[in-house]
């Protein structure tokens, strides 16, 4: 039987990219909403790092996986060098517990505004967990070079999207589209190292 995977996020932006990706990429089985499981539980992201972050997510939604099944988590943000790596681990609150992604994009742009172009690199890092029911655990990782602009473009994609031009182009994720970030984003190479690295028939 196809093996079974549950994502654990109430995101419905970062699910409906994954399960693009899952059968653009080949997935193995059926990837499937958390709500197919019970719902996602609130998860505290206390974590120190993005795999942290994901383990707590994955786990979280263990206790409702059938033998058989996995739970797969992401954790992902952006990391710009001239802000010390902000807004990392923050990413989706960086302009507070509330912020929207407007909020973020513009308060991202704000801080960067007397940044030259030559050190406006940054990049989009990714940690995909992967967790079967006994709690056996994989991490892939994923990310994206490239550079953030001074103005947005493009409507396409979520959060940081429009003010981020990946290395080798010259538009902001959100003008090139889903097909060209289907490719090159850090989801997509975390989940490309997935699926080349399936562990096999999940126990339990």
């Known amino acids: 039987m196809p093996p079974r995977t549950f994502l654990a996020t109430n995101n419905a932006h970062k699910a ?12 193995p089985g059926e990837l499937l909403s958390a709500r197919a499981c019970g719902g996602m539980p609130e998860v505290e ?3 120190q ?12 939604l263990l206790k409702q996986l059938e033998p058989g099944t996995y739970a797969l988590a992401d954790d992902s943000g952006l990391e710009v060098d001239a802000l010390n790596g902000a807004p990392g681990l923050y990413s989706a609150r960086y302009a507070g517990p509330t912020a929207t992604d407007l909020d973020n994009l513009r308060f991202l742009l704000e801080n960067m ?7 406006r690199t940054a ?10 029911a006994t709690g056996q655990t994989w991490f892939f990782e994923g990310s994206c070079e490239g ?5 947005s ?6 959060g940081y999207d429009p003010v981020f031009q990946p290395e080798g182009f ?10 060209v970030k289907s490719r090159l984003s850090h989801r997509a190479r975390a989940l490309q190292n997935l699926i080349a690295r399936w562990p096999g028939p999940p126990e339990g």
Request: hydrophobic share 35%; with cysteine; proline share 2%.
């Open 16 to 27: 409906s990219e994954l399960a693009a990706l899952w059968r653009s990429g080949g997935g």
């Open 45 to 47: 992201e206390t974590g």
């Open 49 to 60: 790092t993005f795999g942290d972050n994901a383990l707590l997510k994955a786990r979280a």
């Open 113 to 119: 505004r007397t940044v030259p172009d030559a050190r």
């Open 123 to 132: 990049r989009f890092r990714c940690t995909l967990c992967l967790l079967d």
């Open 147 to 151: 550079h953030i602009l001074r103005e």
């Open 153 to 158: 473009q493009g409507s396409e994609g979520f």
């Open 170 to 179: 010259h538009q902001s994720f959100a003008s090139l589209g889903a097909s």
